[in-house]
């Protein structure tokens, strides 16, 4: 196993035509000491990086822990305040597997090799690829706002409900009798009509 110790290095990086290339030298990450020094390693790094970070995935064929998708965010996240893209190669298909289900595909690009992630990151400008980032965190500005709404939504109809439910214990009995009485005369009115107008309709239609 080449997981090794903190003291080994870890990945790799080299510049290739504005890409910040990191090739993990790992074959499995399960420590998240590892994975804070990776991240260090990766973000002092990103300033050099003209155009991208990519990620090459080919050593990484063992286990891998849900933090490590966590350190690519949290990556990603560096690299997009300084308007770079970061993407990933390389994958083995168990690996590729588990990360398509994270949907993270969608912010992190998975390309099937090294030279097809460069292919792909050359043909966007500079100005395309900062469009495209910031594009990307206002996507997910919208979605943390929505969540937020959803959650306030959420929080008010139950406050409501608890309002309703001590308002109707303070109720005096008569009162909620009444309440029910009315509520089920209501109910009656409504079947009725109901009933009503269906009888209208079918002898209309004979």
Avoid at 26 to 39: C, G, P, Q, Y
Avoid at 66 to 81: E, G, N, P, W
Avoid at 90 to 101: P, V
């Amino acid at each position: 196993s080449i997981t090794a110790s903190l003291a080994a290095p870890i990945c790799n990086l080299e510049l290739d035509h504005g890409v910040l290339v990191v090739e993990l030298l790992v074959d499995a990450i399960t420590s998240e000491r590892f994975l804070e020094k990776l991240t260090d390693e990766v973000v002092s790094r990103i300033p050099e990086a003209e155009q991208a970070v990519l990620i090459d995935c080919q050593q990484l064929t063992g286990r891998v822990t849900s933090q490590f998708f966590a350190a690519l965010v949290a990556i990603r996240h560096q690299a997009a305040a300084q308007g770079v893209l970061i993407c990933l190669c390389n994958m083995s298909d168990a690996l590729s597997e588990a990360y398509k289900i994270t949907c993270l595909e969608r912010i992190i690009p998975l390309y099937r090799n090294r030279s097809a992630a460069l292919v792909a990151v050359g043909n966007l400008t500079r100005a395309e690829q900062r469009a495209h980032t910031m594009s990307r965190l206002r996507e997910e500005e919208e979605q943390r706002s929505n969540m937020s709404s959803t959650e306030q939504l959420s929080e008010n109809l139950q406050a409501g409900v608890g309002w309703l439910r001590s308002s109707w214990r303070e109720t005096p009995a008569l009162t909620r009798k009444i309440v029910i009485v009315s509520a089920l005369v209501f109910a009656v009115v409504i079947a009725a009509t109901a009933v009503q107008q269906l009888y209208v309709r079918s002898s209309g239609t004979q």
